[in-house]
């Protein structure tokens, strides 16, 4: 059934309007950081009793770059464990991993031949990941906007919650839902749209304040992970680039101070003038002790619930089981139906 039908089925039925559906999914290619966390998973946390939910660990994305198998698997139940330890609820989301449901391989090889070479060659993450290495990346690594297209349009997906650096592959989804659509004169595919909120989209690397803060950042300081415990958030926070000015205000000219300042605003949920009220006339000292304090109260009883569900490992492989069995029918049907459009079998 198209995205249409769906929508048609439950309009007049009388029944409660279907809530909106989201999408969404992180690599499991190292520790789960506080980008991941205020960028991205906390706003699913947040919004999911108001949509269907369907977080996904993206595992198939996960070895475009050369990784451990062992290491892969573990950061699979990690990431699982993490997921609920932040407060993702089974009542409302689907949790599950990627390669447990081959649709999102078999619909990433029909849509890697409808996507153009020249919209992959703008996608700047590649540009990044790539670095200077364009002779040996893998053709997975290009062609991993087209499997995050293929994530998001499996399931109609209505919306995207992600950090900022995302935005351009969910605006290539559309790119790619929309041609497809157009080709064959038919609504295929739902048109999702980027959920990126205004506070916290791109935390930047403690390190390299120009830097996004990422998981394959080859340098531990520079990211805070979500299991490190007080005297390394302490340790890392008070490492933590600023500059010269010693003046505690967001200005986007100074990404370090900034970028402390809207992890400070995420978790204190205040306001901007609020903040820099709050630390006028003290200094980066006096901020980053109050900014370790908020993260080790924010964190500690993540922790505290991680360990308790990365400890009963029937529990989660049986969670993420049931997550994949109740998505499969799902992406099944789209891919059925695409196949038909498209005209194989
Ligand atoms: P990798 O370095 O392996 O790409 P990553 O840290 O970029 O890891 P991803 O798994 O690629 O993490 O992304 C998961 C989610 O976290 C995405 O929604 C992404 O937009 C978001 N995200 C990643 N880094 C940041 C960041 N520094 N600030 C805000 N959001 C982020
Ligand atoms: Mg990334």
Same mark, same amino acid.
């Given at each position: ?54 977080? =996904?660990?993206?595992?198939?994305? %996960?070895?475009?770059?050369?990784? &451990? ?15 609920? %330890? ?6 409302? =989301? ?9 649709? +999102? %391989? ?6 890697? =031949? ?17 670095? *200077? ?22 399931? +109609? ?11 351009? +592959? ?6 790619? %839902? ?40 080859? *340098? ?7 299991? &490190? ?82 400890? *009963? ?11 994949? *069995? ?9 891919? =059925? ?9």
């Amino acid at each position: 059934m198209n995205a249409k039908a769906t929508e048609q089925l439950a309009a007049g039925t009388g029944k409660p309007p279907v809530k909106k559906r989201t999408f969404s999914g992180v690599q499991p290619t190292g520790n789960i950081h506080l980008g991941n966390y205020l960028g991205a998973i906390r706003n699913w946390v947040v919004g999911q009793a108001q949509y269907e939910n369907i977080f =996904c660990i993206v595992d198939l994305h %996960a070895i475009t770059l050369p990784i &451990d198998a062992r290491e892969l698997h573990e950061n699979t139940r990690k990431l699982a464990a993490l997921y609920l %330890a932040v407060g993702l609820d089974l009542e409302h =989301c689907k949790l599950f991993v990627q390669s447990h449901v081959q649709e +999102h %391989a078999e619909l990433t090889w029909i849509l890697n =031949c409808f996507t153009p070479m020249g919209w992959l060659n703008r996608m700047t993450q590649f540009k990044t990941k790539a670095a *200077d290495d364009l002779d040996s990346v893998s053709n997975g690594l290009y062609s991993y906007p087209v499997l995050m297209a293929s994530d998001i349009l499996l399931y +109609h997906a209505h919306y995207v919650p992600v950090g900022d650096d995302q935005r351009q +592959h969910v605006e290539l989804t559309r790119d790619i %839902a929309q041609r497809f659509n157009s080709l064959y004169k038919q609504p295929v595919f739902t048109l999702p749209q980027a959920q990126i909120r205004d506070v916290a989209a791109r935390i930047m690397s403690l390190s390299e304040p120009t830097k996004k803060m990422s998981k394959s950042d080859p *340098d531990p300081q520079s990211r805070i992970n979500l299991l &490190d415990d007080p005297k390394v958030i302490k340790k890392k926070i008070g490492r933590a680039q600023t500059d010269s000015e010693r003046l505690v205000k967001f200005d986007p000219q100074r990404p370090g101070i900034t970028s402390l300042l809207s992890i400070y605003q995420a978790i204190t949920g205040k306001e901007q003038a609020v903040i820099e009220a709050e630390f006028e006339g003290k200094g980066y000292g006096d901020f980053k002790a109050a900014l370790t304090e908020q993260l080790v109260a924010t964190l500690e009883p993540i922790q505290k619930r991680y360990y308790e569900y990365i400890n *009963d490992m029937a529990e989660l492989e049986n969670i993420l089981k049931q997550g994949a *069995d109740a998505v499969r029918p799902i992406a099944q049907e789209t891919v =059925c139906n695409v196949k038909t459009v498209v005209g194989l079998g």
